[in-house]
């Protein structure tokens, strides 16, 4: 069992910056791969970003390419969503997940364990 506790999320100008963290604790945390996601009123849960057990490998959506960076301290058992360059269209709740195995990483059924997610708005 892996609990998952995100929080940074709040509210920030278009072209500004925010940093998430997600805190585990549980079984092993390298042990885990590590993801974002993010779900918007009305829409589906979608994924934003994730990292390898190491972090050395990570991927992410072409929405957020070159604006966030996904990062994890496995002596801390924290990732972290760097998001810079906001924008209005990245407004949701952001949740972390974390995923034994995943063969897709950008498929929210791979995940095992999410956390409660944090809200992120950007204004205009």
């Known amino acids: 069992q892996v609990q998952l506790v995100e929080s940074g999320g709040g509210l920030v100008q278009a072209g500004g910056s925010l940093r998430l963290s997600c805190a585990a604790s549980?079984?092993?945390?390298?042990?885990?791969?590590m993801g974002w996601f993010r779900q918007a009123p009305g829409k589906e849960r979608e994924f934003v970003a994730a990292?390898?057990?190491?972090?050395?490998?990570?991927v992410y959506a072409d929405s957020v390419k070159g604006r966030f960076t996904i990062s994890r301290d496995n002596a801390k058992n924290t990732v972290y969503l760097q998001m810079n360059s906001l924008k209005p269209e990245d407004t949701a709740v952001y949740y972390c997940?974390?995923?034994?195995?995943?063969?897709?990483?950008?498929?929210?059924?791979?995940?095992?364990?999410w956390g409660q997610g944090t809200q992120v708005t950007v204004s205009s």
């Open positions: 997940a974390a995923a034994l195995s995943a063969v897709v990483w950008g498929r929210v059924t791979e995940y095992d364990y």
């Open positions: 990292a390898n057990w190491s972090g050395r490998n990570t």
């Open positions: 549980g079984r092993a945390f390298s042990n885990y791969h």
